[in-house]
């Protein structure tokens, strides 16, 4: 089986537990990566509100954790859509950033493009310089240095993703973004009412606008089943805009029957639909995203 998964935060953990991605006690390692087909997996750096103050030099650390412990074990590091075409493994992985404390000028774009980063999560559930956070209880939107930042995203090429960010924030966001938006990792409030999971108007926005929303394994975001958000998601349309992000190694807890990447293509064999859905869930609507990027 051939699987893209849009997130999980193991760099963190395993820098902060003194892991190795060669073989671990986390949700991922290439071990268990090399049974797959093809597996790509887009590892997030992120960077707890708490780290605020030294955001850059903790940013800076973990992004070379990735490129040392991915190179380690011969795994593509991916820029874009064409290092993902053109790499001779199928084990790939791709580098986003959750939070984005690190960012406190323009400029900060430019030096984690450089570094290949390719998908930013502006804010994770409390406020900072750039946008208001969906665990806060005063909703105050993207400030102006964000709109800033997100316009500027846009410019460069960077993916938007909107996991974690208030009702406000994504919408300003949204009003300013052309290309399509991501949520890498958020399930429906339909069928589990979190305030970390979308509304189907944000769903309808990001499908109108050409993205993808990565379904969350975290239990309280998940509810009753995977099934249920995906069953959802296609009556709202969005047979093309419906992926994996599991949150792997970001999460305390998983669904009975999940352990780690291992479990993934079990989940996917049993989904009761036609091989077309399950290929698109599995990987290609992620790709046809950065795919239309390619840049």
Sequence with gaps: MRVFDAHCDTISEMYEKGQ????????????RMKKYDAYTQVFAIFTDPEKRERAKAYEETLIDLFYSEMQKNGVCICKNYIDYET?????RAFLSIE???????????????????????????FRNKIACGVMENEDTGLSEFGKKIIAKMDTLGIILDVSHMSPKSFYDAARIFKKPICASHSNLKAVENHPRNLTDEQFLIIKNSGGVAGINMYPPFLGESVKA??????????????????????????PNGICGIEDIESLIKKLPYSTQIREKLAERNFLRVIKAYNC
């Design 99 to 125: 939070g984005a404390e690190g960012i406190t000028k323009e400029d900060d774009l430019l030096r984690l493009k450089e570094k290949g980063v390719f998908m930013i999560a502006p804010v994770w559930n």
């Design 229 to 254: 958000h995906i069953d959802r998601f296609l009556a709202l349309g969005g047979e093309d805009n419906i992926g994996l992000g599991c949150d792997f190694d970001g999460v305390n807890e998983l």
């Design 20 to 31: 190795a991605f060669s073989k671990n006690g986390l949700h991922i390692d290439f071990e």
């Design 87 to 91: 790499s001779k493994t199928p084990y």
